[in-house]
């Protein structure tokens, strides 16, 4: 059957089916439909392909989800979420779907105090601060460069270009962050698999960072991870610290983790 053969019950039934395949990341229908600006009954209707949404809300719907309005037509697994090469169904099965489906249990939302050596400065640490995020399905990281890092560089410390920003995936035991600065000016690759703590609330792995190998710099080191649970007071506290620092100086247990004595491998 072509698809300017299908009858608007099918149409529906289709439309139906993927919504509640994209629902499905999301613990509460009621909280997604007042996010949607979308009444919880008509919603319900949605799902049970009982009803179809005007050509308005579809737009909406589309737009929240990264879909297009190939959702009438075709499963949603079949189509290609947004643009891009991560995206492209060529990758699917290896970067798509279950890699990218990070969940809270996995790597939880909210603001983390990482601790490393320094790249650029052998005999120092940097303490920094980053926010993760979820749109819909993805899971999204996002901080800044401190000051000092960007002067040893020759370049002007301002916010657009000390940011950057990378996605989270899962892996089988920990998660990766796939990190840039905008424009592609530097990127790193970071792995993080989660360690024993009092609350559960560390992560060490390692950052590396893509640069021309030269042995007179650091291309890959350890790194911790510290989720900071919902305490504004201490997360302005991490923020004030952000930057270069002494071994010392680091919080005891992420001293601990990183084991500055031991190489790396």
């Not at 600006?37 to 005007?54: A, D």
């Not at 589309?62 to 075709?74: N, P, Q, W």
Request: hydrophobic content about 35%.
């Amino acid at each position: 059957m072509s698809t300017g053969d299908r009858s608007p019950a099918q149409l529906r039934n289709m439309f139906g089916a993927n919504l509640r395949k994209l629902s499905e990341s999301y613990n509460s229908i009621s909280a997604l439909a007042r996010e949607l600006g979308i009444n919880r009954t008509q919603f319900n209707r949605y799902l049970s392909g009982e009803s179809f949404p005007r050509p308005d809300v579809l737009s909406r719907i589309c737009d929240f989800f990264k879909v297009d309005a190939r959702v009438l037509l075709e499963p949603v697994d079949q189509i290609a979420r947004g643009d891009g090469a991560v995206n492209h169904p060529f990758l699917q099965e290896f970067m798509g779907g279950a890699p990218q489906s990070v969940t809270e249990s996995d790597f939880p939302s909210g603001f983390y105090h990482f601790s490393r050596r320094s790249f650029m400065r052998d005999t120092d640490f940097v303490r920094g601060l980053v926010h993760v995020h979820r749109e819909g399905k993805s899971t999204f990281v996002r901080g800044y460069e401190p000051k000092m890092a960007m002067a040893i560089q020759g370049i002007p410390p301002s916010p657009p270009s000390r940011e950057f920003r990378g996605f989270v995936m899962k892996m089988d035991d920990g998660v990766t962050l796939t990190i840039t600065r905008r424009n592609g000016l530097t990127a790193s690759f970071n792995y993080l698999n989660r360690v024993s703590s009092f609350e559960n609330n560390f992560w060490v792995g390692y950052v590396a960072r893509t640069v021309r190998e030269n042995s007179a710099s650091t291309r890959i080191t350890r790194m911790v991870f510290e989720h900071i649970p919902s305490n504004f007071a201490r997360v302005m506290q991490v923020a004030r610290g952000t930057g270069f620092c002494a071994f010392d100086n680091l919080v005891p247990f992420h001293q601990r983790l990183l084991q500055p004595g031991d190489a790396f491998r």
